[in-house]
């Protein structure tokens, strides 16, 4: 069965610094991963996919087959990045998605 | 374009009261979803339509109902509410899976509270 784990369920961090969000998988196929963001007060909204490979407000994410890892990365964190993070990964060819538990990110000034 | 619209926005029940939630979605996706949020849970998928005309279940339905009425609407029911039913409760819709793994498309969620 899929699993997704994000050890984190609460981060902290000062403005400015770098941030990692882990997001580990378990899936015997081919996975496609996604990072969903939720800000306060907003719907959950898609942040970036696997295979974009593309950096949306400056948070980057690679596919680690081998760790089975797709951790969300940021060089330097912002206040506005606070929020809760989702990452979750789709089944090739189901269509439903299995969602990690979430970690809330604060950024301190 | 609204996206994904789901009401009510807020509801308060007693244990044993039914209701629906309503959900629509004007981008003609053929996959919708319901999801509960739980805090320390992450979201869990309750039940899933892949397509007008079919439902699934998903990791946590039961206690839940669902009614795909068309392709825009997808309606949660619970036919007696419990305490353990407080959530708040989001749908989402997606593209179909012959276009590729698409990512999904949330609502602003429903945020109700059984006493």
């Known amino acids: 069965a899929q699993r997704v784990t994000q050890p984190e369920k609460l981060l902290s961090v000062f403005k400015g610094a770098p941030v990692e969000l882990k997001c580990n998988y378990s899936?015997?196929?081919?996975?496609?991963l996604f990072w969903y963001v939720q800000y306060s007060r907003q719907r959950l909204q898609l942040l970036l996919r696997?295979?974009s490979r593309e950096s949306i407000k400056g948070f980057t994410a690679d596919l680690n087959k081998g760790e089975t890892s797709f951790h969300l990365k940021k060089p330097f964190a912002q206040e506005e990045d606070s929020a809760m993070y989702y990452c979750?990964?789709?089944?090739?060819?189901?269509?439903?998605?299995?969602f990690g538990d979430g970690t809330t990110l604060t950024v301190k000034p | 374009n609204a996206g994904v619209t789901q009401t009510p926005k807020f509801q308060v029940l007693k244990t044993g009261q039914s209701m629906t939630l309503q959900c629509a979605q004007d981008?003609?996706?053929?996959?919708m979803y319901w999801y509960r949020q739980d805090p320390g849970m992450g979201l869990r998928l309750i039940y899933y339509s892949a397509s007008e005309g079919t439902t699934d279940k998903g990791e946590v339905p039961n206690g839940y109902n669902v009614s795909r009425l068309n392709k825009r609407e997808f309606s949660l029911r619970l036919e007696s509410a419990a305490p353990s039913q407080t959530s708040v409760y989001f749908c989402?819709?997606?593209?179909?899976?012959?276009?590729?793994?698409?990512?999904?498309?949330f609502g602003d969620g429903t945020r109700l509270s059984i006493l």
């Open positions: 989402a819709s997606s593209e179909s899976q012959g276009s590729g793994n698409q990512p999904q498309h």
């Open positions: 979750a990964l789709l089944k090739s060819g189901a269509g439903k998605s299995t």
């Open positions: 696997h295979i």
């Open positions: 981008m003609n996706h053929n996959s």
């Open positions: 899936y015997s196929g081919s996975p496609e």
